[in-house]
């Protein structure tokens, strides 16, 4: 670590800077969310853009290609999202009577077992309706990450609009047009590589889940594998979450076997997935530790909310690169490795 004591200002200034940004990321996050996650859609469809313009397609034609199926897909997870909320919330009182037998019984075989249930601790964090609150706010947060597509919409037009024209504008911005290119072109290709092999499995995971819960035949078996999905971009915990609902429900439609099982089929498509063939294809070059992207995803989860765990790693990637091409934070970006 090449860090001398005349450098120490530096470091300071730099270290409060940061400070005010990421105060100001924070209190701004609202603002802030959707055009991160239009400029990270529209990386992730800048290289089928390039793709068509390479074979004659006009830029308009070729954007408006990429947007219509775009908008198709939003709209199409919108309906779906909105109606899977309404007829969980339709199916809510059915599940959370049948849940208050299951602890019913649960707590007279405590009680069996010589353990007070009378504690006001045990009640309280077990109760039904708490529990059931928790599928249904599961499910709210997906949906709120909808309310803004709009605005996504309208901003990731505008990148791809522009996007043609991006390099020549940062030639002409920067002394050394050279140098700067090839730190953008490194975290364009990262953040596309990781984006890419991320969706695949994250759908592969999505429909792996489907499948395994419509042949247990438990209800809302797409809602589960389009949230698997959707939870699948965060990473360590995502899977985690997105088991809860299924084995849930699973419990309460077809009893502690059927949530056994339905455990196993999670436990099994997200080891598959997530830790044998994902890291086959992304290898070391994400360039981040283990830890690393634990707590990235614990800083951006505080800083941004569920957008910013979505996109801790490739903004941890971004700011790696950015503190790699300074020699007075290189340093920094070593020990994100």
């Not at 004591?5 to 270290?15: A, D, E, I, K």
Request: net charge positive.
């Amino acid at each position: 670590m090449n860090l001398k004591l005349s450098n120490f200002p530096t470091v300071l200034l730099t270290g409060a800077s940061l400070i005010i940004l990421v105060a100001g990321m924070r209190t701004a996050a609202a603002l802030i969310n959707p055009f991160l996650l239009a400029i990270f859609l529209a990386a992730l469809f800048s290289p089928f853009l390039f793709w068509l313009q390479r074979r004659g397609v006009p830029n308009a034609l070729a954007v408006a290609i990429i947007l219509a199926e775009f908008l198709v897909v939003a709209l199409l997870l919108i309906f779906f999202v909105g109606r899977s909320v309404n007829a969980l919330t339709g199916q809510l009182p059915v599940y959370q009577e049948r849940l208050n037998q299951i602890m019913a019984q649960f707590f007279v075989w405590l009680n069996s077992l010589g353990i007070d249930t009378t504690n006001v601790l045990i009640t309280d964090y077990l109760s039904p309706g708490k529990i059931m609150s928790l599928v249904t706010l599961t499910l709210s947060l997906v949906r709120g990450l909808f309310t803004s597509m709009f605005l996504v919409f309208l901003t990731v037009l505008f990148i791809l609009i522009e996007a043609s024209g991006f390099y020549d504008k940062l030639q002409k911005a920067f002394p050394d047009p050279e140098r700067t290119l090839s730190h953008f072109r490194a975290a364009t290709a990262s953040v596309n590589q990781y984006m890419a092999v991320k969706t695949i499995f994250s759908l592969a995971t999505g429909l792996s889940i489907w499948g395994l819960l419509a042949i247990f035949g438990i209800d809302f078996a797409p809602t589960w594998g389009l949230l698997a999905f959707l939870l699948n971009f965060i990473p360590a915990i995502g899977s985690f979450i997105a088991a809860v609902p299924a084995i849930l429900l699973a419990l309460i439609q077809l009893g502690f076997p059927a949530a056994m099982f339905t455990l196993l089929g999670f436990l099994f498509v997200n080891i598959l997935f997530g830790n044998i063939l994902e890291p086959r294809f992304l290898g070391r070059k994400l360039g981040l530790s283990p830890l690393v992207v634990f707590v990235s995803l614990l800083f951006w989860g505080w800083v941004l909310g569920p957008i910013g765990m979505v996109l801790s790693v490739p903004l941890t990637m971004i700011a790696k690169i950015a503190l790699a091409a300074n020699e007075d934070t290189r340093w920094l970006a070593v020990l994100l490795e």
